[in-house]
Structures are given as C-alpha cells and as structure tokens.
C-alpha cells in the first residue's frame, strides 16, 4: 500500500471553530491534492500543491486554507468552520506524469 | 462544463453482464486514471494506461488517444463490483497544473 495517512479519520466540530486536518505520505511524491467528495458532485478540489510552499486553489477554495512546509505533509485549514463544509476530504498524492495516483482514507468532518 | 465526462452516471445490472463505462477527456493527459470507491470507503486506483488496454483479473480498461475516450469493461460482474468508478486524467505536462475527475459512475449489480 502507499504511503499515505490523513489525521484525523472522523470529526465533529461546531460552526466557527477552527479545524485542521493532515495528509502524510512517504512516498516523496512532488504533487498533493486535497478534495472534498459530497452527493451528486463527485471529488471536487480545493487546493493543490506542486512543491514545497508551492500551492494553489482549486475550484471550491474559498474557506480552506493550505499550506506545505515539507514534502511530507500537506495541511487543510478550515478558518471558521460552517455547515457547509460538512463533507469528506479526501487527499490525494501523484509523483508526475505517468505514474500512479495514490489517496488517502478520506476524513469525514461533521460541523454542527 | 467538466474537462472529464463521464457515462453513465448511474448503471444497475444484473450479475453477470458486461459492464462498460466510458470517460471522454479534452484535456491533453500524460495518463489515465480509473479508480474504484466502494459505498463509505476509500478510493483505490484500478489502472492508469497512456495507450491501449490494460487487464485486470474481471476488469478491462482501453483507451484511444486519438479520440480522447477510455472505457472501463467488467466482465461476469458481480454484487462485489457494486462500487462508483471514476476516471482521472493528469494533465500532460504537469507543472502546476491539477489532476482533473470525472464525475463517476455508480454501479449497481443485483444478485
């Protein structure tokens, strides 16, 4: 299996609290994604990254926030949580063209 | 409109038909993805293939780069196939570009 763990699995917050959730590998792979995955609208992206400190936003960014300071580790930030963002959040890692797309667990995150 | 299609959205068949499911891309790729979610679970890719077809025990995969258009077969499905499918296509050249979904098929095998 790949090397590849989000933290936390399970969630439950209230609405305007922070949250923070992680996507580890160890696989050295260059390319990090972190999608949510609602009914009816598949996997949707929120922010990528292409390298260390290297990020950008997907289509569904606004209220996340990333940030990547080693290769390991890519983090997703809820600045103020919201209903809306009730969701599963899904990371995904791919080393570059022609090889294979690896994904996390999935973190299933109520906001109450 | 999504740079990944897919079709159908939603299949039922009854155990042992041949399942196909397509995905058309517009997009330049350097591969293709097809990845399997089985209800609450986690995504696992089933093949990635830049050109002709790819086997997997009951599971077929082809593409035609030319026409910018894969399929995934099932042969002799089974209830333990009921799963969404879904097609990813990296981009060509990657820099900092995204890795783009298909929307997904949900497949559905009654005994």
Not at chain 1, 58 to 87: M, N
Not at chain 2, 67 to 87: F, G, N, Q, W
Request: aromatic share 8%; net charge neutral.
């Amino acid at each position: 299996d790949a090397g590849i763990t989000q933290s936390p699995r399970h969630k439950v917050t209230e609405t305007g609290t922070p949250v923070t959730l992680r996507c580890h590998q160890t696989e050295n792979h260059r390319y990090m994604y972190w999608y949510r995955q609602d009914p009816g609208h598949g996997l949707r992206l929120i922010h990528y990254s292409y390298g260390v400190k290297d990020t950008d936003k997907g289509e569904v960014s606004d209220g996340y926030s990333v940030s990547r300071s080693k290769t390991e580790d890519f983090l997703l930030t809820l600045e103020s949580a919201t209903s809306s963002q009730t969701s599963v959040y899904f990371c995904a890692i791919i080393g570059g063209p022609g090889t294979e797309a690896f994904f996390g667990q999935g973190t299933r995150l109520t906001v109450v | 409109k999504n740079e990944v299609e897919q079709s159908p959205q939603n299949l039922t068949a009854q155990e042992g038909e041949f399942i196909t499911i397509n995905c058309s891309y517009s997009v330049g790729i350097s591969a293709l993805h097809w990845l399997q979610q089985h209800p609450g679970g986690g995504i696992v890719s089933l093949f990635m293939l830049s050109s002709g077809k790819k086997k997997h025990g009951r599971l077929i995969a082809t593409i035609n780069i030319q026409e910018k258009h894969s399929s995934l077969h099932i042969t002799a499905s089974h209830p333990r196939d009921s799963a969404v499918y879904i097609c990813a296509a990296p981009p060509k050249n990657f820099g900092n570009e995204k890795l783009t979904f298909g929307t997904g098929t949900r497949l559905t095998i009654i005994p």
